[in-house]
């Protein structure tokens, strides 16, 4: 069973809201909220207000258990934007759009506890086995340069 939740009209970007969604997606949700709780982000605000409204609704649905979903699927579409105008040089004026965002969020039943553990197992593995490579291209030897002869050297002959 898939719950979802639509936050319309949100005076941030979708771009900025779109930094968050990583740190979120495919997490139980109460685990979700600690982590952006933790993030120093006016995106993580409007995520802890979608995500709280996303817990309520899933302890009203009987056949849901709150320790057994996790969230399948952010999105962060453009809204209308608002828009102003500012001075510029010249006797111009220039455009200024402040953009908003419609946020969905669905959560959904696990399959089986153990399915949520290995999801869990594969995510951890997927952080950790790009890190290695960066780590390992990093520290990799270079193959030595050709030696540039010295410009200032003197010719010979004249």
Same mark, same amino acid.
């Given at each position: 069973m898939v719950t979802r939740v639509v936050a319309r009209? !949100?005076?941030i970007t979708p771009r900025k809201f779109r930094q968050i969604i990583p740190m979120i997606k495919g997490k139980n949700p109460e685990l979700a909220l600690a982590i952006l709780m933790n993030v120093n982000k006016k995106a993580a605000q409007c995520g802890i207000e979608v995500l709280k409204s996303a817990i309520a609704n899933v302890k009203r649905i009987p056949d849901m258990d709150p320790s057994t979903v996790y969230i399948s699927k952010v999105v962060a579409?453009?809204?209308?934007q608002l828009k102003r105008f500012r001075a510029a040089s010249m006797g111009r004026a220039s455009t200024i759009r402040k953009r908003t965002s419609h !946020?969905?969020?669905e959560i959904e039943q696990a399959p089986a506890e153990q399915a949520a553990g290995k999801r869990a197992a594969a995510g951890k593995a997927a952080h950790e086995a790009p890190a290695k490579e960066a780590s390992a291209k990093k520290h990799k030897a270079r193959p030595e340069a050709k030696k540039a002869k010295p410009r200032h050297e003197a010719k010979k002959g004249k």
């Open positions: 009209y !949100i005076r579409d453009c809204g209308p !946020i969905t969020l």
